[in-house]
């Protein structure tokens, strides 16, 4: 195998960022576009994936856009871009996330407010994340008449519970979560369905512990399966077509700890109508929780608590500089940020080895350790956890809201 075959065949798929038209062709027949990213608090993670929805909704009739972020705060979100009620900025810090409370995330919400302004069929903003179900469990209160206390009081809990900072709660709220259910489906009203599956996602979590001798029982397996399901849901729709930003980890097809992504359930329910793009980065700088904190609190580990977005720092890291990492490839196949689809053509020897074969790429979330983090990388099976990869040579740290 040599690294010059593999280049050249890269090469020779590359299309630029700046002029992303030639990738509709790979799109074509997909009604469910996942699009990655390699770090949680990169700026240019937002714009590529800005660019390459405003491709998605303007050339292939692209519906919704999901995030992965809270399904009961998106809905403030939802109601802004499609109707212009409430303030931009108010609902993006509703989110609850510091990973989306940026000017970039901003950014995105307010170009989707102004295309849907003149928009025949206005996009839809949807978050799949159960976290964070306080505006559900506010929502229910409205609908539910007399019966509210009664149902949402052994639940109340789940909007202070945080997983990961607190103890995995006690089947009694499970429990409570399944009689809100079987009376919401009993009893209505219609307008309560959608917030008690969310409430019922979020006890399932918080029951669950992030460790387990069977990894499909634990946390992450769990959130990724409610992930997964949420999403379908939108495509339930007649004539949806979806794009979903979540983490490379989320969008592949793959496993985390041994149990199924979001993208393998995605990729087992809807074949090839779901394609994962993976975005890689060269170099440059992300923000993310250091992981000393956590060292000082170990109780503290969560996706982006909007209470500790402040002890966010950057990071910086260099090129890969290793011929095992993905990125050391895409950076020399192309000087331009580019994207490469994965999909079909002819692939000579070396190159399917390649992609059937593991490799390395930098994968970073909320958290990063100060003196690890140019070392850090995770196994990858490229050809079969993605169907494209979007690589951009320098990256810089997204901008929080003041």
Avoid at 310 to 332: D, I, K, M, Y
């Amino acid at each position: 195998m040599t690294d010059d075959e593999i280049t050249r065949w890269l090469a020779g798929r590359a299309v630029p960022l700046d002029e992303p038209a030639p990738f509709r062709a790979a799109l074509d027949g997909v009604r469910l576009a996942g699009l990655g990213e390699a770090t949680h608090g990169s700026a240019e993670f937002f714009s590529l994936r800005r660019r390459l929805t405003e491709l998605l909704v303007r050339e292939l009739g692209f519906t919704t856009l999901a995030i992965e972020a809270s399904a009961a705060a998106a809905r403030a979100v939802d109601d802004h871009v499609r109707t212009g009620r409430g303030d931009a900025r108010q609902v993006v810090a509703g989110l609850g996330f510091w990973t989306l409370d940026t000017a970039e995330m901003l950014a995105v919400v307010e170009w989707l407010r102004e295309h849907n302004r003149t928009a025949e069929r206005p996009v839809r903003f949807a978050g799949v994340d159960p976290q964070h179900p306080g505006a559900a469990l506010r929502s229910l209160r409205e609908h539910l008449g007399g019966a509210a206390d009664e149902l949402l009081d052994p639940l109340d809990v789940l909007a202070r519970s945080r997983w990961g900072r607190d103890e995995p709660l006690g089947p009694e709220v499970e429990a409570a979560a399944r009689r809100l259910a079987e009376h919401v489906d009993g009893h209505g009203p219609e307008e309560a369905r959608e917030a008690a599956r969310v409430v019922g996602q979020a006890a399932d979590l918080s029951c669950r512990p992030f460790t387990h001798a069977d990894p499909e029982l634990t946390l992450g397996a769990a959130r990724d399966r409610h992930m997964a399901e949420n999403t379908s849901l939108l495509l339930a729709e007649p004539g949806a077509k979806v794009v979903l930003w979540a983490h490379n980890g989320h969008i592949g097809k793959g496993a985390i700890g041994g149990a199924a992504t979001m993208g393998r359930h995605l990729a087992d329910e809807h074949g090839a109508a779901y394609y994962a793009l993976g975005a890689l980065f060269g170099s440059g700088g992300f923000r993310a929780v250091p992981r000393s904190r956590l060292r000082r609190r170990p109780r503290f580990l969560r996706f982006g608590a909007q209470e500790d977005r402040l002890t966010t720092r950057t990071f910086r890291v260099p090129s890969a500089g290793t011929p095992l990492a993905v990125e050391t490839r895409l950076a020399a196949a192309c000087a331009a940020d580019h994207l490469v689809d994965l999909r079909g053509g002819e692939r000579p020897a070396a190159v399917a080895e390649w992609l059937a074969g593991t490799a390395r790429f930098r994968s970073f979330g909320a958290v990063a350790g100060r003196l690890t983090a140019s070392l850090a990388f995770k196994p990858v099976v490229p050809g079969e956890e993605f169907d494209g990869l979007a690589f951009v040579h320098t990256v810089t740290a997204s901008t929080p809201l003041p």
